[in-house]
């Protein structure tokens, strides 16, 4: 299965976590673009072959939270294109889950 899900942590990754959860990209916030689920600190996937949309052969197995490290898997640091939803099981280009907030200075 593909980017599969685990919820377990290793103690002090949290507050590391959740500052980058606060602060990715300058104010933006991290969403799944197709159904709007929002990962948490603790959300996990895993490195695996992936034929589809990725074409990726030689998955590690890793587990690690892909909002971490942008992206890159910290065990073959293959730079994952996609990302599943943990919640809606679709595949969206990882750069896509990253959504500016609008600015309510400006008009």
């Not at 980058?20 to 959300?43: K, L, N």
Request: proline letters at 8%; charged letters at 20%.
């Amino acid at each position: 299965m593909h980017l599969l899900k685990r919820d377990s942590t290793p103690t002090g990754h949290v507050d590391i976590l959740a500052k980058i959860f606060d602060s990715a990209f300058h104010h933006s916030r991290i969403r799944c673009p197709i159904c709007e689920w929002q990962p948490t600190p603790s959300s996990q996937w895993s490195c695996v072959d992936n034929p589809h949309p990725e074409a990726f052969f030689g998955g590690c197995g890793r587990a690690w939270n892909t909002f971490e490290t942008f992206g890159t898997c910290p065990g073959c640091t293959h730079q994952w294109q996609f990302t599943a939803c943990l919640s809606c099981g679709q595949w969206s280009p990882h750069d896509a889950w990253y959504e500016e907030e609008e600015d309510p200075t400006e008009d």
